[in-house]
């Protein structure tokens, strides 16, 4: 069946360095890949999306790369922040049926905690 | 307004009451979404409004009910729930195009005791 996986539950980063939060999925018919930022006490947060036509899009920030070789995606986040300390989850957009739009699954998440 | 407001924040209740756990958005966006939630898990879909119709439930067991009584709200209504229904519920919003990039509300934490 369909499922979204990450491969370490927990990073912990310094302040000011790079981070990347990996994530493997199984289904090579979604379209569509995203990343959520979930903070304690908090629903969830739309952060970026790719396409399964593409292999890279930035946003402010954040990086996600797809490859669909190896069916993985990951977030790089440049210069993290006290802020971006969260729950991050990867997503895909699961099996459209008929004219509806398909659904999200959800990834196991990875705490990011960020140390001053 | 972009916000996704639930209520209440928190729930505690018996095995043998009824609640209702309240959403609204005011963003026009026509789908509406209920998620549960477990601690340190991801969300898991529980059921989809699509311009007020249901348009999918996640084979929930009928303790749950849903309701989307307008565009702007959406309801869940509890009735025996079980010690294993404890969880954050989420409610999430999209527009129908993007429906992959979801607005969701803070949560309501319920506890059954």
């Known amino acids: 069946g369909e499922s979204v996986g990450l491969h370490l539950p927990t990073l912990s980063v310094q302040e000011g360095d790079n981070s990347i939060i990996n994530c493997a999925y199984s289904n090579s018919a979604s379209d569509y890949f995203i990343w959520y930022k979930q903070e304690s006490g908090k629903g969830p947060q739309f952060i970026i999306d790719i396409r399964s036509n593409m292999d890279k899009r930035q946003g402010q920030r954040v990086t996600v790369l797809l490859n669909k070789t190896v069916k993985h995606l990951s977030l790089q986040i440049a210069a993290t922040q006290p802020g971006d300390s969260a729950v991050y989850f990867c997503a895909e957009r699961g099996a459209q049926i008929g004219g509806s739009q398909g659904n999200l699954i959800f990834g196991k998440g990875t705490k990011l905690s960020v140390k001053p | ?113």
């Open chain 2, 1 to 113: 307004d972009t916000e996704v407001t639930q209520t209440p924040k928190h729930l505690v209740m018996g095995m043998t009451n009824k609640k209702s756990l309240k959403c609204e958005q005011h963003m026009g966006h026509r789908a509406m979404y209920w998620y549960k939630q477990k601690a340190k898990k991801p969300p898991e879909l529980m059921f989809v409004y699509s311009y007020e119709k249901l348009s999918i439930n996640e084979s929930v067991p009928s303790r749950f009910s849903p309701e989307c009584p307008n565009s702007s709200l959406l309801n869940l209504h509890l009735h025996a729930l079980q010690p294993e229904d404890s969880a954050l519920y989420l409610c999430a919003t999209s527009r129908g195009l993007r429906a992959y990039e979801q607005f969701f509300g803070p949560g309501t934490r319920l506890t059954v005791l």
